[in-house]
């Protein structure tokens, strides 16, 4: 296999990062402490938020939101087939069953238009996917858990600080939950964050995060060890101060990309709506005529990494299957087979982006 020269993600660690890390470690408070309070109140702020709350992984704040929302065995939560397994997955950790509906072929986000005719009266949530950082078309969906009593959890995961008409993902749901997996936008190292505007809820995804207790030994539900550690907060307060910048590195080499790429007739650009900030945790392309794995095999041989996110619709893996899921959803099968993530990280040089468009050309041509 040849070196990757360009890989398809790379945290931004740095000198602060590392100093704000040791400066907790001689602290001696190294578990939950005030330094995660201070990230808590930090990243709310950054979205808009009146509340975050902090967890040890994007999984763990889903998790953690559903169950506040009162979600569990018998119910019901309409979402995308088109995403990372968490999101299926936290759904079942509850008890309840997701519900899965097609895409927007532009934005591969779920597609409202196909919500309302899955609402049975088992459900209880929508959880749109603000994919490879663009947000779903949340008005719509908003619109839609009104008329029915609905709860919206956004699965902001990859979106941070993507906006949707002036407002940041992460303030427009009911509650919505971001990772800091290092391949993210911003990094902990592992982490999660749940935020909102309801106080209850937040109040109640602290006892759910630290063992179902409000009162220390005092558990008065089933709760979990979820949370964030001083270290992690201490890497995500230093990263928050840089998340814009990162952002904008990455809007600017998304466009370097849309103008190099624009005559290859083989590939379709992503597609940025209007009224959307589009962050870019991947930039991913749609490869026509069934030529995608060559294109990435090519790419490979060259030195660049790529990735394709999702092979699979959630349905179609092995655990759905035998949990008697047996679907076909038109828009995301075809997108499946069609979508390539190229790299678009802060880190990316204008050679490195050169080189990507160029061996795409030759592949091409």
Do not use: W
């Amino acid at each position: 296999m040849a070196d990757i020269k360009v890989s398809i993600a790379s945290p931004i660690i740095e000198e602060e990062e590392i100093n704000a890390v040791i400066e907790v470690m001689k602290s001696g408070m190294i578990a939950q402490g005030p330094k995660v309070i201070e990230f808590e109140e930090e990243f709310a702020k950054y979205v808009g938020a009146k509340y975050g709350i902090a967890t040890n992984s994007g999984t763990s704040a889903l998790h953690v939101a559903l169950l506040v929302a009162g979600i569990g065995e018998g119910d019901e939560v309409i979402t995308t087939p088109f995403t990372f397994a968490a999101t299926g997955n936290s759904i079942l950790y509850t008890g309840a069953r997701p519900v899965f509906v097609d895409i927007d072929p532009e934005t591969f986000t779920i597609d409202p238009s196909k919500i309302e005719e899955a609402i049975t009266d088992k459900t209880k949530a929508i959880m749109p996917v603000q994919l490879y950082g663009q947000s779903a078309d949340m008005d719509a969906i908003m619109n839609i858990a009104k008329a029915h009593d609905l709860i919206v959890i956004e699965d902001a995961a990859q979106a941070h600080g993507a906006e949707y008409h002036g407002r940041k993902v992460g303030n427009i749901g009911d509650m919505a939950c971001f990772s800091f997996y290092p391949t993210k936008n911003m990094t902990t190292s592992e982490g999660g964050m749940i935020t909102t505007n309801n106080e209850k809820f937040a109040e109640n995804a602290k006892i759910y995060r630290a063992h179902g207790s409000a009162t220390k030994y005092h558990h008065d539900v089933l709760g979990y060890n979820f949370r964030m550690t001083d270290i992690a907060a201490a890497i995500g307060l230093e990263q928050l101060k840089k998340i814009d910048s990162f952002n904008d590195n990455r809007i600017e080499n998304a466009k370097y990309l849309d103008e190099g790429l624009a005559d290859v007739d083989l590939i379709e650009t992503p597609i940025v709506k209007d009224g959307y900030k589009h962050v870019y945790h991947q930039y991913t392309i749609k490869i026509k005529d069934g030529k995608r794995d060559e294109l990435s095999d090519y790419l490979i041989e060259n030195g660049i990494g790529n990735g394709i996110y999702y092979p699979i619709p959630l349905y179609d893996q092995v655990l759905y299957k035998e949990m008697g899921y047996d679907q076909s959803l038109p828009v995301t099968e075809e997108i499946v087979e069609e979508v390539l993530s190229l790299p678009v990280h802060a880190k990316l040089t204008e050679e490195d982006l050169d080189l990507i468009i160029k061996a795409i050309k030759e592949f091409a041509e």
